[in-house]
């Protein structure tokens, strides 16, 4: 498979670091886009020399039928119309597994199609739940794609009362990463 670290390691590193995110005071953000029901924000990534994007919404459900949309699994395809393809390549423990897919080219395909291939988590946060993830290093790589690295991401689903949840999510995508694996793991 790779270099993949200590599970226990890497799984509380990633909790840890979108916890830090989820902590940081609303001066660190500024609005990138706001809609009648979502707004997302914007700082710049300590991770990487992009951006990490905060979007937040309410959806009218329970947090785990949502995360059940979220995280690694077959509802994932019915609404990501960019995801192509999505295998769970190894399942780690009853938490924990490691996922790979691929994003559609855009622009007539000016910009390629994608392949990830991440670690994915999910925990219980606050009644609610925590999916996150982090890419990791791959051995295999399909040859019509570019190797995308998805830097700590993840969603926080909590209830807001019985038929709606807050929903939080952290995004920063590095699409050009062409690294080697000892590059990929200054996160670890």
């Given at each position: 498979m ?6 226990t390691?890497?799984?509380?590193r ?19 886009k706001k809609s ?8 710049h ?28 699994g ?7 119309s ?22 559609a080219?855009?622009?007539w ?14 925990t219980?946060y606050q ?5 996150c993830?982090?890419?990791v290093?791959?051995d295999e790589?399909?040859q ?7 830097h ?7 209830p807001l009362?019985?038929?709606q ?10 699409l ?10 200054d996160?670890?």
């Amino acid at each position: 498979m790779g270099c993949l670290p200590d599970v226990t390691v890497l799984r509380t590193r990633l909790e840890n670091t979108l916890l830090s995110y989820h902590s940081l005071s609303e001066e660190q953000w500024r609005v990138a886009k706001k809609s009648k029901d979502v707004t997302v924000w914007k700082k710049h990534s300590t991770e990487f020399n992009g951006f990490l994007y905060k979007a937040e919404g309410i959806v009218k459900e329970n947090p785990h039928k949502i995360v059940d949309y979220i995280r690694p699994g077959p509802y994932r395809l019915e609404w990501d119309s960019l995801m192509t393809t999505m295998d769970i390549v190894e399942t780690l423990d009853k938490a924990c597994c490691v996922m790979r897919y691929t994003t559609a080219g855009q622009l007539w395909n000016i910009i390629s199609p994608r392949e990830f291939v991440d670690f994915s988590y999910t925990t219980e946060y606050q009644n609610g739940l925590l999916s996150c993830g982090v890419s990791v290093q791959y051995d295999e790589q399909k040859q019509n794609c570019v190797r995308g690295f998805n830097h700590p991401c993840g969603w926080f689903c909590v209830p807001l009362d019985e038929s709606q949840s807050l929903l939080t999510g952290y995004i920063q995508t590095d699409l050009r990463v062409k690294g080697s694996c000892a590059e990929m793991w200054d996160f670890y």
